[in-house]
Protein backbone atom coordinates (compact mmCIF):
# COMPACT_ATOMS: atom_id res chain seq x y z
CA UNK A 1 0.00 0.00 0.00
CA UNK A 2 2.76 2.52 0.98
CA UNK A 3 5.33 1.42 -2.00
CA UNK A 4 3.23 3.85 -4.72
CA UNK A 5 3.50 6.92 -2.09
CA UNK A 6 7.18 6.29 -1.78
CA UNK A 7 7.92 6.49 -5.21
CA UNK A 8 5.42 9.42 -5.65
CA UNK A 9 6.79 11.37 -2.73
CA UNK A 10 10.74 10.47 -4.00
CA UNK A 11 11.11 9.76 -7.18
CA UNK A 12 7.92 11.59 -9.16
CA UNK A 13 7.36 14.30 -7.18
CA UNK A 14 11.31 15.82 -7.03
CA UNK A 15 11.17 14.53 -10.65
CA UNK A 16 8.50 16.90 -12.12
CA UNK A 17 9.66 19.52 -9.60
CA UNK A 18 12.67 19.99 -11.49
CA UNK A 19 11.80 19.68 -14.94
CA UNK A 20 8.29 21.92 -14.02
CA UNK A 21 10.28 24.52 -12.04
CA UNK A 22 13.49 25.19 -14.23
CA UNK A 23 12.47 27.47 -17.10
CA UNK A 24 10.86 29.49 -13.63
CA UNK A 25 14.60 29.83 -12.23
CA UNK A 26 16.44 30.01 -15.09
CA UNK A 27 13.97 33.35 -15.83
CA UNK A 28 14.19 34.25 -12.50
CA UNK A 29 18.18 34.50 -12.76
CA UNK A 30 17.93 36.44 -16.20
CA UNK A 31 15.62 39.11 -14.82
CA UNK A 32 18.36 39.13 -11.40
CA UNK A 33 21.01 39.58 -14.20
CA UNK A 34 19.10 42.08 -15.84
CA UNK A 35 18.79 44.56 -12.71
CA UNK A 36 22.11 43.54 -11.88
CA UNK A 37 23.98 44.84 -14.75
CA UNK A 38 21.33 47.77 -14.71
CA UNK A 39 22.34 48.74 -11.43
CA UNK A 40 26.08 48.53 -12.98
CA UNK A 41 25.76 50.94 -15.36
CA UNK A 42 23.74 53.48 -13.85
CA UNK A 43 26.88 53.41 -11.15
CA UNK A 44 29.50 53.75 -13.46
CA UNK A 45 27.82 56.20 -16.68
CA UNK A 46 25.88 58.05 -13.87
CA UNK A 47 27.73 60.99 -14.95
CA UNK A 48 26.20 60.78 -18.32
CA UNK A 49 22.91 60.06 -17.38
CA UNK A 50 22.81 63.40 -15.18
CA UNK A 51 24.41 65.53 -18.26
CA UNK A 52 21.95 64.49 -20.71
CA UNK A 53 18.85 64.35 -17.51
CA UNK A 54 18.36 60.54 -18.23
CA UNK A 55 17.79 60.44 -14.31
CA UNK A 56 13.79 60.10 -14.67
CA UNK A 57 13.93 57.42 -17.54
CA UNK A 58 16.78 55.58 -15.67
CA UNK A 59 14.84 54.83 -12.47
CA UNK A 60 11.55 53.62 -14.43
CA UNK A 61 13.48 51.42 -16.38
CA UNK A 62 15.28 49.88 -13.27
CA UNK A 63 11.23 49.85 -11.91
CA UNK A 64 10.07 48.04 -14.74
CA UNK A 65 12.99 45.87 -14.81
CA UNK A 66 11.94 45.20 -10.98
CA UNK A 67 8.68 44.19 -11.51
CA UNK A 68 9.94 41.57 -13.69
CA UNK A 69 11.95 40.31 -11.62
CA UNK A 70 9.09 40.43 -8.24
CA UNK A 71 7.33 38.52 -11.04
CA UNK A 72 9.48 35.96 -11.77
CA UNK A 73 10.01 35.34 -7.81
CA UNK A 74 6.86 35.10 -6.95
CA UNK A 75 6.49 32.41 -9.68
CA UNK A 76 9.30 30.78 -7.85
CA UNK A 77 7.76 30.89 -5.05
CA UNK A 78 4.11 29.30 -6.07
CA UNK A 79 5.99 25.99 -7.58
CA UNK A 80 8.14 25.87 -4.21
CA UNK A 81 4.48 26.25 -2.18
CA UNK A 82 3.02 23.94 -4.79
CA UNK A 83 5.91 21.44 -4.65
CA UNK A 84 6.55 21.11 -0.96
CA UNK A 85 2.68 20.94 -0.12
CA UNK A 86 1.94 18.66 -2.40
CA UNK A 87 3.99 15.41 0.07
CA UNK A 88 1.95 16.42 2.73
CA UNK A 89 -0.97 15.96 0.81
CA UNK A 90 0.01 12.21 -0.09
CA UNK A 91 1.08 11.54 3.06
CA UNK A 92 -2.10 11.99 4.81
CA UNK A 93 -3.66 9.91 2.03
CA UNK A 94 -0.76 7.34 2.91
CA UNK A 95 -2.70 7.33 6.14
CA UNK A 96 -6.14 6.96 4.48
CA UNK A 97 -4.38 3.94 2.57
CA UNK A 98 -3.56 2.08 5.79
CA UNK A 99 -6.98 2.74 7.34
CA UNK A 100 -8.73 1.47 4.27
CA UNK A 101 -6.56 -1.73 4.46
CA UNK A 102 -6.84 -2.50 7.98
CA UNK A 103 -10.60 -2.13 7.44
CA UNK A 104 -10.21 -4.66 4.69
CA UNK A 105 -7.93 -7.25 6.54
CA UNK A 106 -10.79 -6.54 9.76
CA UNK A 107 -13.56 -7.59 6.75
CA UNK A 108 -11.19 -10.76 5.98
CA UNK A 109 -11.40 -11.63 10.30
CA UNK A 110 -7.52 -10.55 10.05
CA UNK A 111 -7.70 -6.97 11.87
CA UNK A 112 -4.49 -5.99 13.67
CA UNK A 113 -6.05 -2.87 15.33
CA UNK A 114 -2.47 -2.20 17.27
CA UNK A 115 -0.53 -3.20 14.16
CA UNK A 116 -2.34 -0.16 12.28
CA UNK A 117 -1.55 2.46 14.39
CA UNK A 118 2.07 1.70 15.12
CA UNK A 119 2.30 1.62 10.99
CA UNK A 120 0.45 4.81 10.88
CA UNK A 121 2.51 6.50 13.19
CA UNK A 122 5.66 4.89 11.55
CA UNK A 123 4.47 5.98 7.99
CA UNK A 124 4.19 9.73 8.79
CA UNK A 125 7.61 9.84 10.41
CA UNK A 126 9.67 8.03 7.77
CA UNK A 127 7.74 10.15 5.22
CA UNK A 128 9.72 13.35 6.47
CA UNK A 129 13.33 12.51 5.42
CA UNK A 130 11.53 11.58 1.65
CA UNK A 131 10.07 15.06 2.34
CA UNK A 132 13.68 16.99 2.79
CA UNK A 133 14.25 15.66 -0.69
CA UNK A 134 11.64 17.15 -2.70
CA UNK A 135 13.00 20.36 -0.45
CA UNK A 136 15.91 20.42 -0.98
CA UNK A 137 15.20 19.91 -5.00
CA UNK A 138 12.85 23.30 -4.86
CA UNK A 139 16.25 24.92 -3.08
CA UNK A 140 18.53 24.12 -5.86
CA UNK A 141 16.21 25.18 -8.62
CA UNK A 142 17.85 28.93 -8.38
CA UNK A 143 21.58 27.11 -8.08
CA UNK A 144 20.49 24.56 -11.29
CA UNK A 145 19.50 27.95 -13.18
CA UNK A 146 23.08 29.90 -11.87
CA UNK A 147 24.73 26.95 -12.68
CA UNK A 148 23.30 26.59 -16.47
CA UNK A 149 24.26 29.84 -17.21
CA UNK A 150 27.79 29.37 -15.64
CA UNK A 151 27.97 26.06 -17.98
CA UNK A 152 26.52 28.49 -21.39
CA UNK A 153 30.26 30.37 -20.65
CA UNK A 154 32.40 27.49 -20.09
CA UNK A 155 31.32 25.96 -23.18
CA UNK A 156 31.14 28.76 -25.14
CA UNK A 157 33.99 28.06 -28.24
CA UNK A 158 37.25 30.57 -27.96
CA UNK A 159 37.74 32.44 -31.45
CA UNK A 160 41.36 30.89 -31.34
CA UNK A 161 43.03 27.60 -30.51
CA UNK A 162 45.92 26.52 -28.15
CA UNK A 163 48.68 25.55 -29.92
CA UNK A 164 49.11 21.50 -29.05
CA UNK A 165 53.00 22.04 -29.02
CA UNK A 166 53.85 25.88 -28.27
CA UNK A 167 56.81 26.82 -29.90
CA UNK A 168 58.32 30.21 -27.24
CA UNK A 169 59.67 32.29 -29.86
CA UNK A 170 62.16 33.66 -27.32
CA UNK A 171 62.42 37.60 -26.92
CA UNK A 172 60.82 39.54 -29.45
CA UNK A 173 62.99 40.78 -32.11
CA UNK A 174 60.63 41.15 -34.98
CA UNK A 175 57.35 41.56 -36.39
CA UNK A 176 55.74 40.57 -39.50
CA UNK A 177 52.61 40.61 -40.59
CA UNK A 178 52.28 38.91 -44.36
CA UNK A 179 49.23 39.67 -46.52
CA UNK A 180 47.12 39.67 -43.56
CA UNK A 181 43.12 39.87 -44.28
CA UNK A 182 40.60 39.78 -41.54
CA UNK A 183 36.76 40.59 -40.93
CA UNK A 184 35.35 40.22 -37.83
CA UNK A 185 31.95 38.18 -39.22
CA UNK A 186 31.71 36.17 -42.84
CA UNK A 187 28.91 38.96 -42.85
CA UNK A 188 30.50 42.16 -42.29
CA UNK A 189 32.85 43.98 -44.47
CA UNK A 190 36.98 43.28 -44.82
CA UNK A 191 38.69 45.13 -41.94
CA UNK A 192 42.07 44.36 -43.04
CA UNK A 193 43.18 43.34 -46.58
CA UNK A 194 46.64 41.50 -47.57
CA UNK A 195 47.97 44.07 -45.40
CA UNK A 196 51.95 43.35 -45.22
CA UNK A 197 54.31 45.16 -43.04
CA UNK A 198 57.43 44.21 -40.71
CA UNK A 199 59.76 45.89 -38.20
CA UNK A 200 62.22 44.89 -35.67
CA UNK A 201 64.99 45.99 -33.00
CA UNK A 202 63.58 48.82 -30.79
CA UNK A 203 62.00 50.39 -33.81
CA UNK A 204 59.36 52.82 -33.31
CA UNK A 205 55.84 52.18 -35.56
CA UNK A 206 53.27 54.71 -35.88
CA UNK A 207 50.26 53.46 -37.42
CA UNK A 208 48.05 56.06 -38.41
CA UNK A 209 44.61 56.31 -39.95
CA UNK A 210 41.26 57.41 -39.73
CA UNK A 211 38.78 56.12 -37.04
CA UNK A 212 37.16 53.01 -38.28
CA UNK A 213 40.57 52.12 -40.63
CA UNK A 214 41.17 49.03 -38.49
CA UNK A 215 44.48 50.24 -36.90
CA UNK A 216 43.51 48.89 -32.98
CA UNK A 217 42.51 45.85 -35.09
CA UNK A 218 45.91 45.41 -35.81
CA UNK A 219 46.95 44.66 -32.09
CA UNK A 220 44.12 42.48 -31.32
CA UNK A 221 45.35 40.19 -34.26
CA UNK A 222 49.18 40.50 -32.62
CA UNK A 223 47.48 39.65 -28.95
CA UNK A 224 45.92 36.28 -30.72
CA UNK A 225 42.28 38.05 -29.96
CA UNK A 226 40.90 36.91 -33.38
CA UNK A 227 42.95 34.52 -36.16
CA UNK A 228 43.38 36.51 -39.81
CA UNK A 229 41.23 35.03 -42.53
CA UNK A 230 44.38 34.65 -44.99
CA UNK A 231 48.04 35.76 -44.30
CA UNK A 232 50.56 34.98 -41.30
CA UNK A 233 51.61 36.73 -38.73
CA UNK A 234 55.01 35.88 -37.65
CA UNK A 235 57.51 36.44 -34.31
CA UNK A 236 60.96 36.33 -34.78
CA UNK A 237 59.90 33.82 -38.53
CA UNK A 238 57.14 31.67 -35.87
CA UNK A 239 53.47 31.55 -37.01
CA UNK A 240 51.65 33.61 -34.03
CA UNK A 241 49.25 30.37 -33.97
CA UNK A 242 52.68 28.19 -32.44
CA UNK A 243 53.11 30.39 -29.75
CA UNK A 244 51.30 30.06 -26.32
CA UNK A 245 48.78 33.27 -25.79
CA UNK A 246 49.74 33.79 -21.98
CA UNK A 247 53.01 34.01 -23.63
CA UNK A 248 52.09 36.70 -26.24
CA UNK A 249 50.58 38.43 -23.50
CA UNK A 250 53.84 38.53 -21.18
CA UNK A 251 56.02 39.31 -24.17
CA UNK A 252 53.64 41.92 -25.47
CA UNK A 253 51.81 44.83 -23.51
CA UNK A 254 49.51 47.50 -24.21
CA UNK A 255 48.68 50.60 -23.32
CA UNK A 256 45.04 51.94 -23.98
CA UNK A 257 43.09 55.40 -24.61
CA UNK A 258 43.29 55.14 -21.27
CA UNK A 259 44.53 53.68 -17.78
CA UNK A 260 42.13 51.45 -16.01
CA UNK A 261 42.60 51.83 -12.54
CA UNK A 262 42.07 48.89 -10.09
CA UNK A 263 40.16 49.49 -6.74
CA UNK A 264 43.16 49.36 -4.82
CA UNK A 265 46.23 51.42 -3.89
CA UNK A 266 48.77 53.45 -6.20
CA UNK A 267 51.53 51.14 -5.57
CA UNK A 268 49.15 47.91 -6.39
CA UNK A 269 47.88 49.45 -9.14
CA UNK A 270 51.48 50.47 -10.90
CA UNK A 271 52.30 46.62 -9.50
CA UNK A 272 49.25 44.90 -12.04
CA UNK A 273 51.13 43.36 -14.04
CA UNK A 274 54.12 42.03 -11.52
CA UNK A 275 52.23 41.60 -8.23
CA UNK A 276 55.69 40.15 -6.63
CA UNK A 277 57.31 43.72 -7.21
CA UNK A 278 59.15 44.84 -4.46
CA UNK A 279 58.42 48.44 -3.18
CA UNK A 280 61.60 50.15 -4.78
CA UNK A 281 61.14 48.54 -8.05
CA UNK A 282 57.39 50.33 -8.13
CA UNK A 283 58.99 53.47 -6.99
CA UNK A 284 61.89 53.27 -9.81
CA UNK A 285 59.38 52.55 -12.15
CA UNK A 286 57.25 55.84 -11.20
CA UNK A 287 60.03 58.26 -11.29
CA UNK A 288 60.79 56.86 -15.17
CA UNK A 289 57.49 57.45 -15.71
CA UNK A 290 57.41 60.81 -14.14
CA UNK A 291 54.90 59.92 -11.36
CA UNK A 292 56.47 59.55 -8.26
CA UNK A 293 56.71 63.56 -7.27
CA UNK A 294 53.09 63.87 -7.94
CA UNK A 295 52.58 60.30 -6.14
CA UNK A 296 54.71 61.93 -2.81
CA UNK A 297 52.53 64.55 -2.78
CA UNK A 298 49.18 62.52 -2.12
CA UNK A 299 48.61 62.20 2.13
CA UNK A 300 48.78 58.46 1.22
CA UNK A 301 51.73 58.61 -1.21
CA UNK A 302 51.93 54.77 -2.90
CA UNK A 303 49.51 53.68 -0.30
CA UNK A 304 46.77 56.18 -1.82
CA UNK A 305 43.69 54.29 -1.98
CA UNK A 306 42.86 54.43 -5.67
CA UNK A 307 38.99 53.55 -5.45
CA UNK A 308 38.20 57.37 -3.99
CA UNK A 309 41.11 58.74 -5.87
CA UNK A 310 40.73 57.77 -9.14
CA UNK A 311 38.65 60.30 -10.60
CA UNK A 312 40.94 62.82 -9.34
CA UNK A 313 43.47 61.97 -11.31
CA UNK A 314 43.86 63.60 -14.68
CA UNK A 315 44.40 61.84 -18.19
CA UNK A 316 47.83 62.38 -18.35
CA UNK A 317 47.99 60.93 -14.31
CA UNK A 318 46.25 58.11 -15.32
CA UNK A 319 48.85 57.01 -18.63
CA UNK A 320 51.63 57.54 -16.74
CA UNK A 321 50.38 54.93 -14.10
CA UNK A 322 49.79 53.12 -17.47
CA UNK A 323 53.11 53.54 -18.48
CA UNK A 324 54.79 52.63 -14.89
CA UNK A 325 52.62 49.83 -14.92
CA UNK A 326 53.87 48.47 -18.22
CA UNK A 327 57.66 49.18 -17.30
CA UNK A 328 57.60 46.88 -14.50
CA UNK A 329 55.89 44.13 -16.34
CA UNK A 330 59.33 44.48 -19.18
CA UNK A 331 57.48 43.10 -22.16
CA UNK A 332 59.46 42.81 -25.58
CA UNK A 333 56.66 45.02 -27.08
CA UNK A 334 54.33 47.50 -26.16
CA UNK A 335 51.69 48.56 -28.03
CA UNK A 336 50.06 52.05 -27.27
CA UNK A 337 46.78 52.40 -28.61
CA UNK A 338 45.74 55.99 -29.11
CA UNK A 339 47.71 57.09 -25.81
CA UNK A 340 47.50 60.64 -25.26
CA UNK A 341 43.87 61.00 -26.90
CA UNK A 342 42.88 62.62 -23.71
CA UNK A 343 46.03 65.14 -23.82
CA UNK A 344 46.33 68.34 -24.42
CA UNK A 345 49.65 69.39 -26.80
CA UNK A 346 52.00 70.23 -24.17
CA UNK A 347 50.78 67.25 -21.81
CA UNK A 348 51.24 64.59 -25.13
CA UNK A 349 54.66 65.82 -25.92
CA UNK A 350 55.73 65.52 -22.20
CA UNK A 351 54.06 61.88 -22.67
CA UNK A 352 55.79 61.09 -25.40
CA UNK A 353 59.25 62.32 -23.90
CA UNK A 354 58.78 59.97 -21.29
CA UNK A 355 57.68 56.98 -23.39
CA UNK A 356 60.67 57.63 -25.91
CA UNK A 357 63.33 57.62 -22.88
CA UNK A 358 62.00 54.60 -21.24
CA UNK A 359 60.93 52.36 -23.65
CA UNK A 360 63.87 52.92 -25.45
CA UNK A 361 65.11 49.44 -25.49
CA UNK A 362 61.91 47.93 -27.01
CA UNK A 363 59.87 47.70 -30.21
CA UNK A 364 57.40 49.94 -30.65
CA UNK A 365 53.97 50.32 -32.20
CA UNK A 366 51.97 53.66 -31.89
CA UNK A 367 48.78 53.70 -32.83
CA UNK A 368 47.45 56.67 -33.84
CA UNK A 369 44.95 59.13 -36.19
CA UNK A 370 47.17 62.45 -35.05
CA UNK A 371 49.73 63.03 -36.94
CA UNK A 372 51.60 65.09 -33.86
CA UNK A 373 51.14 61.29 -31.40
CA UNK A 374 53.64 59.59 -34.06
CA UNK A 375 55.97 63.15 -35.26
CA UNK A 376 58.89 61.38 -33.30
CA UNK A 377 58.49 57.20 -34.82
CA UNK A 378 61.16 55.99 -37.01
CA UNK A 379 58.69 54.92 -39.77
CA UNK A 380 54.87 55.66 -39.83
CA UNK A 381 52.46 53.09 -41.68
CA UNK A 382 49.51 54.63 -43.20
CA UNK A 383 45.91 52.12 -43.19
CA UNK A 384 43.35 53.68 -45.37
CA UNK A 385 40.12 51.08 -45.51
CA UNK A 386 42.60 48.71 -44.24
CA UNK A 387 45.10 48.41 -46.55
CA UNK A 388 48.21 50.20 -46.58
CA UNK A 389 48.35 53.53 -48.75
P1 LIG B 1 40.47 52.00 -35.58
O1 LIG B 1 41.31 51.54 -34.45
O2 LIG B 1 41.25 52.29 -36.81
O3 LIG B 1 39.57 53.15 -35.22
P2 LIG B 1 39.24 49.38 -35.38
O4 LIG B 1 40.36 48.47 -35.76
O5 LIG B 1 38.91 49.51 -33.95
O6 LIG B 1 39.47 50.83 -36.02
O7 LIG B 1 37.91 48.94 -36.13
C1 LIG B 1 37.84 48.78 -37.53
C2 LIG B 1 36.42 48.40 -37.91
O8 LIG B 1 36.07 47.16 -37.29
C3 LIG B 1 35.38 49.41 -37.43
O9 LIG B 1 34.48 49.60 -38.49
C4 LIG B 1 34.71 48.73 -36.27
O10 LIG B 1 33.36 49.10 -36.20
C5 LIG B 1 34.87 47.26 -36.57
N1 LIG B 1 35.01 46.48 -35.33
C6 LIG B 1 35.87 46.70 -34.34
N2 LIG B 1 35.75 45.76 -33.37
C7 LIG B 1 34.77 44.92 -33.76
C8 LIG B 1 34.17 43.75 -33.21
N3 LIG B 1 34.55 43.25 -32.04
N4 LIG B 1 33.19 43.15 -33.92
C9 LIG B 1 32.77 43.65 -35.10
N5 LIG B 1 33.31 44.76 -35.69
C10 LIG B 1 34.29 45.38 -35.04
Redesign the pocket.
Known sequence: VLLPVYVLISIVIPLLAISSGRSLGMRYRRELAGVKTQILESVYGIRDIQIFSYGAERLSEIDRQNDRINKASHGLLMHRQIVSTLPTFFVYAARVLIIWAAVRLTAQGQGQPIGTVVLSAMAGASFSSTFSLTQVVTNLLEAFAAAERLFLLEDEKSKVAEPRDPVSPGKIRSLEFRDVSFS??SQ?GS?LSGLSFSCEGSERIGIQ??????????F?LLLRFWDPDDGEILINGIPISSIATEELYRRIAVLEQDTFLIDGTLAENIALGRPEASREEIMEAAKRAGLHEFIMSLPGGYDTPMGQMSQRLSGGERQRVGIARVMLKDPDVVIM??PTSSLDVLHEKELLDTVKKVYADKLVLI?S?RASTLSGCDRTIR?EK?RIR
Open positions: YDGIGESGAGKSTIRDEIHLG
